[in-house]
């Protein structure tokens, strides 16, 4: 389509809430691959105004729909007029079922579409982001450890997804031996019968972190993993509880003692358990973001161009 789309004095302005739905609007109509112009040209097919009703300015004789809202249940005495002017156009779309009832109540009786508006995804996400991230710390890593079984973690780790799973495996480390590392791994994923290329990512973050750094670390992550055969107290996962990030533990003293009640607890040298534990803790972080990204501006932008195209 060749669409003419007019946000009234909002120019596109995202500070302010229609220029920012008109943005969104126009950039995925664009990527859509519709001919999108900010003023009437030749050949123009349809004008779209993103603007409150009062903003319309009808210009050419061409098909004409506009994506526009009220924020009361009934039209006061000075828009009034608005229902004339919304009766003047082929399609309204509105943000919700409640818009559609209070402009059908005020008498518009112009066809109605309900697109829920929507935000950048790419720039509006959780702190924990986009992808499920599972932290460890501890020393010594490739290195033979009575404390730590981070060989048993990263069974239960890539045993449980692939390089197609929006995951990662994040392990702050000092005292790193990469060689015996990368080795481990390998043996792992032979074991398992997963090729190299399929292997979901694993991090290792070696060195002298500031707090602010450890902070951001923890606060990241969406689990933190504790796999201790033993341990005297465990600072790690105190630190990363007051950052807000769960916790999964071996069922030991003394973090049975002091890890709160709703720690994932695994029992000692229970790989399969561990490996359910962040299956789980994959599924509850895609429907947290699936909530937190419900509305999606390409999503928004779609919809708007079926409605559209519906009634061309």
């Not at 689990?223 to 071996?250: H, Q, Y």
């Amino acid at each position: 389509m060749r669409i003419w789309l007019s946000d009234g004095d909002r120019r596109l302005l995202e500070g302010n809430g229609y220029g920012q739905v008109s943005a969104a609007v126009s950039r995925g109509l664009i990527e859509l691959g519709h001919d999108v112009q900010f003023q009437e040209f030749p050949g123009m097919e349809l004008a779209l105004f993103i603007c409150p009703p009062g903003k319309i300015k009808f210009g050419r004789q061409v098909r004409c729909a506009a994506i526009t809202m009220h924020e009361l249940d009934h039209l006061p005495e000075s828009k009034r007029d608005w229902v004339d002017i919304l009766n003047r156009l082929d399609l309204v779309i509105t943000p919700t079922g409640w818009n559609r009832e209070v402009w059908q109540r005020a008498g518009v009786s112009t066809p109605i579409e309900v697109v829920p508006l929507g935000i950048d995804v790419e720039s509006y996400f959780p702190i924990t982001g986009r992808r499920c991230t599972f932290l460890c710390v501890h020393e010594n890593l490739g290195g033979a450890s009575s404390r730590e079984d981070w060989r048993q973690t990263l069974r239960a780790y890539l045993g449980a997804f692939t390089a197609e799973d929006p995951v990662r495996l994040v392990v702050k480390t000092w005292k790193w031996k990469p060689p015996e590392f990368e080795l481990a791994r390998r043996e792992v994923l032979a074991d398992l019968g997963c090729d190299e290329d399929r292997a979901a990512e694993v991090e290792v973050v070696d060195g002298v972190l500031c707090a602010e750094e450890m902070r951001a670390l923890y606060q990241g992550a969406w689990l933190f993993v504790k796999n201790a055969n033993r341990e005297g107290w465990s600072m790690p996962c105190t630190e990363a509880l007051a950052c807000g990030t769960p916790v999964a533990a071996t069922r030991i003293e003394p973090l049975l003692s002091h890890l709160p009640e709703q720690t994932r607890w695994f029992d000692l040298g229970d790989f399969e358990e561990l490996k359910r534990i962040l299956v789980r803790e994959h599924q509850r972080f895609r429907s947290h973001l699936r909530t937190a990204q419900r509305h999606d501006s390409a999503v928004m932008a779609k919809l708007v161009e079926v409605a559209l195209t519906a009634r061309s």
